[in-house]
């Protein structure tokens, strides 16, 4: 500037700033291409004010539904059924995507590796959490890698066996198997499923030995214990139940607390033989790790809203499916924990190798 006061602009390609100096004024204004600085700093601030909106205003577009395993079998059945009132309650698509892969590791790592802004979540069951501790190459942990956001449905197994094998009860097969160890096998879908653990399980707590036979899936196997080629299952009981009706298979008992209202007379296998003997099937939601909070309070407050649904509810209870929410996605993140840490102490006590 010069001494009279008067204003000397500069230019440059990019920017046109220019000082103006006013003796009468005590503040100097910036211009940039022509427009002062308190204009472009408001622009800023509403640009970042809808952001944060956006942001706020979860989900603002479509959300990918990740299911680890085929199209219909019960995880992929209540996640559809979920989302589709998520989507209707929302106003935004919740599109189910089915990514199978041996104990739902590839997808899990999948979503473990997408950006944690609630736009791609992941379906679970329990082989979520057995998974890292029977397979070195699972790439995830349950914990570290995920938020959790809620419970979606519980369901029991059931414990059935070939109507030739000589037993009415629980009590009658594990007296069964004393007297001929080493002779029973049972089949699982899996190293690490459900139907593997419930064995694993059964046996420790009941002081028997079985032979555990791998299958490519739960179906299969249910096919080989109606066909005699093995000894006995732990199998859903929405999809053992028409079988045991029909009398091809010979129910036991069910592997929850209580009784499942599909089959009203069965015992549980607690009340039956086992007292301590509990494995329950659940199902859930996840998120990638570091899920922003409020987008996980949303997230929670749908799958709660979806759960009181009455026509859901009444439509998967007639398939022995109990459709509930986590009372918050902190209370959920504790339970994962303590399965995590229970199956870890399975996998340990039955001296299962991680593959």
């Given amino acids: ?56 205003a979860y989900p603002a577009r479509q959300v990918r539904v990740i299911v680890p395993l085929v199209a219909g079998g019960n995880l992929d059945l209540v996640t559809r059924a979920v989302a589709q009132k998520m989507a209707e309650n929302t106003g935004q698509q919740f599109i189910v995507e089915n990514r199978p892969s041996a104990s739902g590791i590839i997808a899990s790592q999948f979503v473990a590796k997408a950006p944690a802004d609630g736009y791609t ?25 995920f938020t959790g956001v809620s419970l979606t449905a519980r369901l029991p197994h059931v414990l059935v066996v070939n ?49 555990h036979v791998p299958y490519k899936g739960a179906a299969p196997a249910l096919i080989d214990v109606i066909g005699g080629q093995i000894t006995l299952m732990f199998d859903p009981i929405s999809t053992s139940v028409q079988h045991v009706k ?28 086992l007292p301590e003997f509990e494995a329950m099937v659940f199902n859930a939601l996840m998120a990638p790790a570091g899920l922003p909070r409020e987008v996980l309070s949303r997230l929670h407050s749908e799958v709660v809203q979806a759960a009181q649904s009455p026509e859901l509810r009444e439509r998967f209870l007639r398939q022995g499916v109990e459709i509930v929410a986590s009372d918050s996605a902190e209370q959920f993140a504790d339970f994962l924990k303590s399965e995590t840490a229970r199956y870890a102490r399975i996998a340990q006590d039955a001296g299962i190798k991680r593959e």
């Fill in 121 to 145: 979540i992941l379906a679970i069951a329990n082989t979520f959490a057995m998974a890292p501790n029977v397979v070195a190459a699972a790439g995830y942990h349950p914990i570290r890698d």
């Fill in 163 to 211: 109507p030739s094998l000589p037993v009415r009860t629980v009590k009658d097969l594990i007296a069964l198997a004393k007297r001929r160890p080493g002779e029973f096998t049972y089949g699982s879908a899996g190293a690490g499923s459900n139907g593997h653990v419930g064995g694993v399980l059964f046996s420790r707590l009941a002081g028997i030995e079985m032979l």
């Fill in 1 to 56: 500037m010069d001494r009279g006061g008067c204003c000397r602009s500069f230019y440059t390609d990019q920017v046109s700033p220019a000082l103006h100096y006013n003796p009468h004024m005590t503040r100097i204004q910036i211009k940039v291409r022509g427009f002062p600085l308190s204009v472009l700093l408001a622009t800023s601030l509403v640009a970042a004010s809808g952001f944060a909106q956006e942001r706020s």
């Fill in 246 to 273: 029909a009398g091809k298979l010979r129910a036991l008992g069910v592997t929850t607390r209580t009784r499942s209202p599909l089959l009203p007379e069965l015992p549980t296998i607690a009340e039956a033989a």
